[in-house]
């Protein structure tokens, strides 16, 4: 691979910026303090077994600047920006722990606290919008925690959901409301002063990977599933989806609202691509980008600048630009790449994957008949969901 670091406009797409990352990307997320910062969380061989690293970066008018690096012994799932300090961010790892970390501390130094309580991997990690103090975390433990970064350990544990916790977010006006999702197919809505949570939705019928809570609606929740689409939630009535958007040909892997419009979200897959929804328009589909050549897990909006966009991907690369330099909606509606090659073996599957018995002692989330999955990547891709009826069976967990 080429050299990390920056890498200009190309004659091909001049709209976009490129960032090489020595890890395979797997979070990325703007400051809620400077509309040019961005962190990335990474981890090292897709994040089967390795160490992570946590970038920090400076987005400039015609480059990606690296600012600080910081290296953990595990891979990094997620991350999030503090909201009360500009120069903090925490990441989930893959050994369990939450790692704090200065980003205006000397590079490559030791993370200011690591929280060890979750006994599998973490996989989620994001900051209260509204208290400002505290943060959430989920687990492959299944359970959730919250924290304050002042405070050694966990203020609650939140153990209700039957399988990994893939995601959770909080809202984005109510102070104490935050939303989690599982394998076990729920979406939960939980209030941080109790330890049960105050409503249950079995948002589909396969393994959830992702939420989000629209920034302008506080009843409307937004799920992304291995069965590849989108539900948009009413929390006010729950017993179906309001809306379905389809258009992803694997499972959706990280979902966003706008933080400029109440209609507008976009979705990360497994199928390489990255999609803008327009909800308000008849053709909802405004936007397909085939701009990462492997499976695309890490999305955000900057809130500082509208329509400006970031992602990551396991193709070790991070991109930023913004949509309003990208060809009209209708211009993007290519059908997915073919998931076959790409440096990923048959199918777009990471090493060791179809085919390749489980590796012992790894908890591989579902992946249906056929799906040996040693990674710890969730969803079994959505290439062969679970069957139907019931949460997923037990499957061995990572030996601590």
Same mark, same amino acid.
């Given at each position: 691979h080429p050299t990390p670091g920056a890498l200009t406009s190309s004659l091909v797409d001049l709209s976009m910026l490129r960032f090489r990352t020595v890890f395979n990307g797997y979070s990325v997320e703007f400051s809620p303090f400077d509309e040019t910062k961005l962190a990335c969380a990474s981890a090292q061989h897709y994040?089967?077994?390795g160490n992570g690293r946590q970038y920090v970066l400076d987005v400039l008018e015609r480059e990606i600047v690296q600012l600080r690096s910081f290296d953990a012994r595990d891979g990094l799932y997620d991350c999030s920006w503090s909201e009360e300090n500009e120069s903090h961010v925490v990441a989930a790892s893959g050994d369990g722990s939450i790692k704090l970390w200065d980003t205006m501390a000397p590079p490559g130094g030791p993370p200011l606290k690591s929280f060890e309580e979750?006994?599998? $991997?973490?996989? /989620?990690?994001?900051? %209260?919008l509204v208290r400002k103090d505290t943060f959430i975390s989920g687990s492959w433990d299944d359970t959730l925690k919250l924290w304050n970064p002042r405070h050694p350990r966990s203020l609650r544990t939140f153990h209700e959901h039957q399988y990994c916790v893939y995601d959770a977010v909080w809202a984005p006006r109510i102070p104490d409301l935050f939303a989690s999702v599982s394998g076990d197919y729920t979406l939960k809505i939980w209030d941080q002063n109790n330890n049960r949570s105050i409503q249950t939705i079995r948002a589909h019928d396969f393994e959830v990977l992702c939420v989000d809570w629209n920034k302008y609606n506080e009843n409307e929740v937004a799920t992304g599933s291995v069965d590849k689409t989108i539900r948009i939630w009413d929390l006010r009535h729950p017993e179906r989806?309001? /809306?379905?958007l389809r258009g992803h040909n694997y499972a959706v892997r990280r979902l966003k609202y706008s933080p400029? +419009? $109440? /209609?507008?979200?976009? +979705?990360? +897959?497994?199928?390489m691509s990255l999609v803008v929804w327009e909800r308000a328009s008849e053709d909802p589909l405004q936007h397909r980008m085939d701009h990462h050549s492997e499976f695309v897990v890490g999305l955000d909006w900057n809130m500082f600048v509208e329509d400006q966009m970031a992602s990551c991907s396991w193709d070790e690369t991070l991109c930023v630009w913004?949509?309003? %330099? @990208?060809?009209?909606?209708? @211009?993007?509606?290519?059908p997915p790449p073919a998931m076959a090659g790409m440096g990923m073996?048959?199918?777009? @599957?990471? *090493?060791?994957?179809?085919?390749? *018995?489980? @590796?012992?002692?790894?908890?591989h989330p579902a992946g249906g008949p056929g799906m040996m999955m040693p990674s710890r990547q969730p969803g079994g891709l959505g290439m062969m969901p679970p069957g139907p009826g019931g949460p997923p *069976?037990?499957?061995p967990r990572r030996p601590n």
């Open positions: 994040g089967i077994i979750h006994t599998h $991997e973490a996989y /989620s990690v994001d900051w %209260n989806a309001i /809306s379905q400029h +419009s $109440e /209609s507008k979200l976009a +979705s990360a +897959s497994y199928d913004n949509l309003r %330099n @990208m060809p009209p909606p209708g @211009m993007g509606h290519r073996g048959q199918a777009g @599957m990471p *090493p060791g994957g179809h085919g390749m *018995p489980p @590796m012992a002692g790894v908890r *069976p037990p499957v």
